[in-house]
């Protein structure tokens, strides 16, 4: 009787939940929204107005075309602004990350390249990013291994850290910050 009950109460959550249904997708309006050379992205509220928005990195294939971060701006209801382009200092950007990586409150993105760079862009809040002098930093001595990559503050230290996955060699390397990441800007 009890083992009954249980299934039956949880039957009943779960039609109360709705948890019970397939889940199920529409296109936001707007979508899809074309981003050239588009190859991985983040999320994160770039312009701090409370929206989601979205950064993608762009790997151009031809020697010609610029190796970039597009940034698109969400007003919240699933509608994204035309993308803006960042160009960086790295190349080949294969992954990006969104983190606070200076310590000034806004998000700011972090480009995982095939060279085995991270290219810094330092965001000021309103959507806009810009490199420091210091960008690209060398992450992981291997070509074409930063195939994904994540922050966090991995040894609870107050600083991100990064986590990236060697594809190459069946690795996951993490790299702890030391120092806090300055944005030469605001010196």
Not at 61 to 76: A, E, K
Not at 91 to 113: C, E, F, I, Q, Y
Not at 157 to 175: C, M, Q, T
Request: hydrophobic fraction near 40%.
């Amino acid at each position: 009787m009890v083992r009954r009950l249980g299934y039956v109460i949880a039957m009943a959550v779960l039609a109360l939940s709705g948890l019970g249904e397939e889940p199920s997708f529409v296109d936001a309006p707007g979508s899809p929204i074309e981003v050239e050379d588009a190859w991985y992205g983040a999320i994160g509220d770039f312009n701090e107005d409370g929206s989601l928005d979205i950064a993608v990195v762009n790997q151009g294939f031809r020697l010609t075309d610029p190796d970039r971060v597009s940034v698109l701006l969400g007003n919240g209801t699933g509608r994204f602004t035309g993308p803006v382009h960042v160009v960086i200092d790295g190349r080949k950007p294969a992954s990006v990350t969104a983190a606070d990586l200076d310590g000034d409150g806004h998000l700011d993105l972090a480009v995982g390249n095939d060279t085995g760079t991270l290219s810094i862009l330092l965001g000021d809040g309103t959507g806009k990013f810009h490199r420091p002098f210091w960008s690209p930093l060398m992450i992981d001595p291997c070509s074409q291994c930063l195939r994904w990559m994540g922050t966090g503050d991995l040894d609870e230290d107050g600083r991100p850290d990064f986590v990236v996955v060697n594809e190459l060699e069946d690795l996951v390397v993490i790299r702890l910050n030391v120092i806090q990441l300055v944005d030469d800007n605001r010196r």
